[in-house]
């Protein structure tokens, strides 16, 4: 055998992990259902005005979708998968840290937290694209594009029906995080 046949063999045996077409489009449907998961939220995120958008999010969910993809692909131990996830959801964790903001002394005004969960549920959805739970991923993105852009609105429909949180007065700033304006405090519209 020649060097030229050896270098092609350990090439061929290097990308032999993908065993038959079935398994390759199991992957591409995937990662790909991943990707434009992420899409969707990480959009809903950049019209928002926020840092973590479009690219941050699909990065997060086919990520996601890789780790706890490989190990399947090697046959882990369905007991070890566990701690694949709690790994990734405790590094996500930490990135999603990155994302809040404490601004000034007042221990109230803290930007940051809906990106936060939003990329800590991109990857959910990235891991549950990854472990073939499709369906459950497409049902938990739309589940969080209407938490994301819809319950804001609903939120304000009803503080304009019955007023501001108590303890608001002549238009100021609440001291509750959770409320129908964006994480910089501006109204969603």
Do not use: Y
């Not at 030229?4 to 449907?29: G, H, K, P, Y």
């Not at 999603?96 to 903001?101: D, E, P, Q, S, V």
């Not at 221990?107 to 549950?128: D, F, K, P, R």
């Amino acid at each position: 055998m020649s060097w030229r046949d050896e270098v092609l063999n350990t090439i061929a045996s290097e990308f032999s992990d993908v065993t038959d077409v079935a398994q390759l489009t199991r992957i591409v449907l995937r990662l790909t259902l991943a990707a434009a998961l992420g899409f969707v939220l990480g959009f809903e995120r950049e019209q928002a005005g926020k840092a973590a958008g479009v690219r941050t999010h699909m990065l997060v969910a086919i990520g996601s979708a890789m780790f706890v993809l490989i190990p399947q692909q090697t046959g882990i131990v369905p007991a070890d998968m566990s701690r694949v996830i709690q790994g990734l959801v405790a590094g996500v964790g930490f990135l999603c840290a990155g994302t809040i903001l404490k601004q000034g002394k007042d221990e109230s005004h803290v930007q940051g937290l809906t990106t936060a969960a939003g990329l800590w549920m991109t990857a959910a959805i990235g891991m549950a694209c990854g472990l073939g739970r499709e369906a459950t991923a497409l049902l938990s993105a739309l589940l969080a594009l209407a938490v994301l852009s819809l319950v804001p609105r609903l939120v304000g429909l009803i503080e304009r029906a019955i007023g501001p949180p108590r303890g608001v007065k002549d238009g100021a700033a609440p001291r509750v995080i959770a409320s129908s304006s964006d994480d910089n405090g501006a109204p969603r519209r």
